[in-house]
């Protein structure tokens, strides 16, 4: 709830900076990016069939181990009431020998927006849809919008490390914020240590998927174009 009630307020703020900005527009910049982003290297195998995410109750365990039913797990945050784990092939193998009621989460990686889905480690950055443009808008200051995903579900803490950098003002499925932050911030935020992927919010983000088939439909070459590359003016911190 506490989490909650900061991140309310933290969007307040950024919507009020937003109607002063209105009357008080400053100078800005688009930044043209790359339809695909290299993915992320990673120590571990990052494709989907050879990792599995799980929940474990800690009451599920009856008394075990978490070592004696998973081994060494890739990754592993403690919840207080449940673990969540990373598992590779044997570790998660050993985890459906031991008996142990689990929950398994398959999408645990995968970023909803619009009208893409896609895990950002395994499938990089979806093309640009047919019939948009794309762009990163920026500020001046360089300041823009960006998502950032954590490997689990949020605590107020990994809120808080986001909050220090940036403004969380949206939560997207899964595990992933829409944040108002510095454009060279990645580094900082990934060295929270809860932060999986941080990518930029792209300007074809926005078109919802029911304004995508319409546009698809009637190709409307000139509503595409307004949701290309474009100037903007946005609080700079």
Known sequence: MKGRIYLLGATVAVISSLLLQLLAPAPTVAVDLPAHLPQSPSGHNNDRAQRHVVRINDTDLRGRSLHSVVGDAWRLEDYGSYYWLELDEAQYRQLRQSGVHFEEYPDHGIVEISNYRFDPLIDGIPAVAAGLSRAMPQTAAGYSLQLVQLYGPTT?????????????????????????????????????GNVRWVGPYYSDFRITPAWLCALQQKGNDSFASSFGPRRWNAPDH
């Open 156 to 192: 107020d803490k990994a809120l808080a490390q986001i909050q220090d950098i940036g403004v969380a003002l949206q939560y997207i499925p899964n595990f992933t914020y829409l944040v108002w932050a510095p454009s060279n911030a990645t580094a900082a935020l990934q060295k929270t």
